[in-house]
């Protein structure tokens, strides 16, 4: 079936699919409980037998391009893959089933996992304390800053200038604005790393913090990231350290030793939990001991009568989730870290930049490369040579879905000039390497023999080239009734 029909348009008067059980108890007239005008006579449900139902929405999940599916080398979000054995324990009765208002005494095995994931993240991250509240990398953003603040102002200080690199995420100086502070640019070098005379440049008694990322945007370990750490305090600031990338560092480079005071870490990526969707996510927070006493409470502390949840102290910024975080995240980001072991950690390092830089040296004969040296867990690649052919990277990416691969990130970062940005993760094999690869190569190669196919792409997906504006600006989602 070559378009899918609404659900709606599969109905048929009288074809029921599953009644629904009889109610438990005796049925309630809702004229007598609900305000004159709040209770329909019909609703436009749709009839549809249990079969017809079943079909529909398998044909509609084999349209998603998922990572049970194929590659999905996203750059810098790390659409990898979600170890089933996670889903086991997330769903296990005693942990999926407490209510979050239950007595302490009567969680205490929960109480315990959350307090011994926070340990391993503190051990593995190297910081005195983690909190897991946050429910995204980004709170876990404006945590830090907060923190920062907090602690800044504890001291008499008001300082409103943050710093962000130009190849940081977008969400670092979004955050920083939200947070009432004042963001300043900080350029990159010709070599990928931070331009120290810049950085120098713009130090001064206002900059509360230097935010980067840690490996950056562009794939890259900052060099001098010591030197960098060491002028920011000397100028009484803070660092704050992104680490959605720190999958690129598991067991080789620990972001508290490095001079970072504080960097979130995003459980629904560097620890498999499920991602995209919108959420939901779960970000860790690790702090030097200095803002320690700053982060948001509860918090979970072992005592001899167990484990207890601990009331916000009075240098707290107060609380940030209404329980203890996204639990399920926590859960499976738990279960992985379990599940591989001190070594395992480090292997994920070593195979997501072995991964990376064999795509590097496979594809630098066919497209552009602007900061080429050795990457980290991602490369970023310029559509540059085929722009000059009429073919725009956009029409690159497209063209991938025609080969059954979903398509990089791109145009970002924003500093490299038609960006493609891979991150093939650590758990892909050679083969699906190499077919990622010659897709990309074969796509270089028709945009040299024949452009004008890659302006038509994608041409075998349900659904041709959007009107991408009008999809985000005006999206179609809602079904009326004919007539």
């Given at each position: 079936?070559?378009?899918?029909?609404?659900?709606?348009?599969?109905?048929?008067?009288?074809?029921?699919?599953?009644?629904?059980?009889?109610p438990?108890f005796?049925?309630?007239?809702?004229?007598?409980?609900?305000?004159?005008?709040?209770?329909?006579?019909?609703?436009?449900?749709?009839?549809?037998?249990?079969?017809?139902?079943?079909?529909?929405?398998?044909?509609?999940?084999?349209?998603?391009h998922?990572?049970?599916?194929a590659?999905?080398?996203?750059?810098?979000c790390?659409?990898?893959?979600?170890?089933?054995?996670?889903?086991?324990?997330?769903?296990?009765?005693?942990?999926v089933?407490?209510?979050?208002?239950?007595?302490?005494?009567?969680?205490?095995?929960?109480?315990?996992?959350?307090?011994?994931?926070?340990?391993?993240?503190?051990?593995?991250?190297g910081?005195?304390?983690?909190?897991?509240?946050?429910?995204?990398?980004?709170?876990?953003?404006?945590?830090?800053?907060?923190?920062?603040?907090?602690?800044?102002?504890?001291?008499?200080?008001?300082?409103?200038?943050?710093?962000?690199?130009?190849?940081?995420?977008g969400?670092?100086?979004?955050?920083?604005?939200?947070?009432?502070?004042?963001?300043?640019?900080?350029?990159?070098?010709?070599?990928?790393?931070?331009?120290?005379?810049?950085?120098?440049?713009?130090?001064?008694?206002?900059?509360?913090?230097?935010?980067?990322?840690?490996?950056?945007?562009?794939?890259?370990?900052?060099?001098?990231?010591?030197?960098?750490t060491?002028?920011?305090?000397?100028a009484?600031?803070q660092?704050?350290?992104?680490?959605?990338?720190?999958?690129?560092?598991?067991?080789?480079?620990?972001?508290?030793?490095?001079?970072?005071?504080?960097?979130?870490?995003?459980?629904?990526?560097?620890?498999?939990?499920?991602?995209?969707?919108?959420?939901?996510?779960?970000?860790?927070?690790?702090?030097?001991?200095?803002?320690?006493?700053?982060?948001?409470?509860?918090?979970?502390?072992?005592?001899?009568?167990?484990?207890?949840?601990?009331?916000?102290?009075?240098?707290?910024?107060?609380?940030?989730?209404?329980?203890?975080?996204?639990?399920?995240?926590?859960?499976?980001?738990?279960?992985?870290?379990?599940?591989?072991?001190r070594?395992?950690?480090?292997?994920?390092?070593?195979?997501?930049?072995?991964?990376?830089?064999?795509?590097?040296?496979?594809?630098?004969?066919?497209?552009?490369?602007?900061?080429?040296?050795?990457?980290?867990?991602?490369?970023?690649?310029?559509?540059?040579?085929?722009?000059?052919?009429?073919?725009?990277t956009?029409?690159?990416?497209?063209?991938?879905?025609d080969?059954?691969?979903?398509?990089?990130?791109?145009?970002?970062?924003?500093?490299?000039?038609?960006?493609l940005?891979?991150?093939?993760?650590?758990?892909?094999?050679?083969?699906?390497?190499?077919?990622?690869?010659?897709?990309?190569i074969?796509?270089?190669?028709?945009?040299?023999?024949?452009?004008?196919?890659?302006?038509?792409?994608?041409?075998t997906?349900p659904?041709?080239?959007?009107?991408?504006?009008?999809?985000?600006?005006?999206p179609?989602?809602?079904?009326?009734?004919?007539?």
């Open positions: 079936m070559a378009s899918e029909p609404l659900i709606f348009e599969l109905a048929s008067p009288g074809r029921p699919g599953v009644r629904p059980p009889l438990q005796d049925a309630v007239d809702p004229t007598a409980v609900l305000p004159e005008g709040q209770v329909r006579e019909a609703l436009d449900l749709p009839e549809v037998s249990e079969i017809d139902v079943m079909r529909h929405f398998v044909r509609l999940s084999q349209r998603n998922s990572i049970d599916t590659i999905y080398p996203l750059g810098s790390t659409m990898k893959y979600n170890p089933k054995i996670n889903e086991v324990t997330a769903r296990l009765p005693g942990l089933e407490p209510h979050p208002y239950q007595p302490e005494g009567s969680v205490q095995g929960l109480l315990a996992l959350i307090h011994h994931l926070e340990a391993l993240l503190a051990e593995i991250a910081f005195a304390t983690v909190t897991t509240q946050p429910a995204a990398g980004s709170q876990g953003e404006m945590v830090g800053l907060l923190c920062i603040q907090a602690w800044m102002r504890s001291r008499g200080e008001r300082r409103t200038t943050v710093l962000v690199p130009d190849s940081a995420h969400t670092n100086p979004a955050t920083a604005t939200m947070t009432g502070m004042r963001v300043r640019p900080l350029g990159t070098a010709p070599d990928g790393n931070i331009d120290l005379d810049e950085l120098d440049a713009k130090l001064n008694d206002d900059v509360a913090a230097l935010m980067l990322t840690l490996p950056t945007t562009l794939g890259l370990f900052e060099q001098r990231i010591l030197e960098v060491r002028r920011v305090h000397a009484g600031g660092v704050y350290g992104d680490g959605a990338n720190m999958n690129a560092m598991l067991g080789r480079v620990r972001p508290g030793d490095l001079g970072i005071d504080v960097m979130h870490l995003n459980l629904h990526k560097t620890f498999t939990t499920p991602h995209g969707g919108g959420g939901p996510g779960a970000g860790a927070l690790g702090v030097q001991a200095h803002l320690a006493p700053f982060l948001p409470g509860p918090q979970i502390v072992q005592r001899d009568a167990g484990y207890a949840l601990e009331p916000a102290g009075p240098d707290s910024i107060g609380r940030v989730h209404s329980h203890v975080g996204n639990v399920g995240n926590l859960i499976r980001g738990y279960t992985y870290i379990r599940s591989l072991g070594d395992g950690m480090r292997e994920v390092a070593d195979d997501a930049v072995l991964h990376a830089n064999y795509l590097r040296a496979r594809l630098a004969p066919h497209f552009d490369i602007p900061y080429d040296r050795i990457c980290m867990h991602e490369v970023v690649l310029a559509g540059t040579r085929q722009r000059a052919l009429g073919v725009r956009t029409d690159i990416a497209k063209r991938l879905i080969y059954g691969v979903h398509p990089p990130t791109v145009y970002f970062p924003l500093i490299v000039d038609e960006a940005m891979i991150e093939p993760t650590e758990t892909e094999s050679i083969e699906s390497l190499d077919q990622f690869a010659e897709a990309l074969n796509v270089a190669q028709e945009a040299e023999s024949n452009p004008e196919m890659l302006h038509a792409a994608p041409m997906a659904t041709r080239r959007l009107d991408e504006v009008t999809a985000n600006r005006s179609d989602v809602n079904w009326t009734p004919a007539g």
